[in-house]
Nanobody, 122 residues
Framework: QVQLVESGGASVQAGDSLRLACSVS????????MGWYRQAPGKQRELVAS???????RYADSVMGRFAISRDSAKGTVYLQMNTLKSEDTGVYYC????????????????WGQGTQVTVSS
């Protein structure tokens, strides 16, 4: 089983920066793609950024150029650096990870953290 714990959420002003962190613990054979999703009030959860285990990242158009995702496999942590925050970035940010539990697994298991709140005031 894999446990994901997010941290770093806060209430900030528009234009500020925040860095979210997601710590991974538990046992697994191999970690795959990890990512950050967010859910604004009344809206569906959406992908913000993801990064493969080879370091290839992709971003939602709305955060391109402002956010940066990174991972430290040695520490078992994935980060989301958020710059020039806007009010529309407000939401609960969730960490997501795909992990193969066992060597013979044909597909990874999807894991989610509990979320961390980011509130941006204009």
């Amino acid at each position: 089983q894999v446990q994901l714990v997010e941290s770093g959420g806060a209430s900030v002003q528009a234009g500020d920066s925040l860095r979210l962190a997601c710590s991974v613990s538990g046992t697994f054979h191999q970690m795959g793609t990890m990512g950050w999703y967010r859910q604004a009030p009344g809206k569906q959860r959406e992908l913000v950024a993801s990064i493969t285990n080879r370091g290839f990242a992709r971003y939602a158009d709305s955060v391109m150029g402002r956010f940066a995702i990174s991972r430290d496999s040695a520490k078992g942590t994935v980060y989301l650096q958020m710059n020039t925050l806007k009010s529309e970035d407000t939401g609960v940010y969730y960490c997501n990870a795909n992990a193969w539990q066992n060597l013979l697994d044909t597909q990874p298991t999807d894991y989610w953290g509990q979320g961390t709140q980011v509130t941006v005031s204009s």
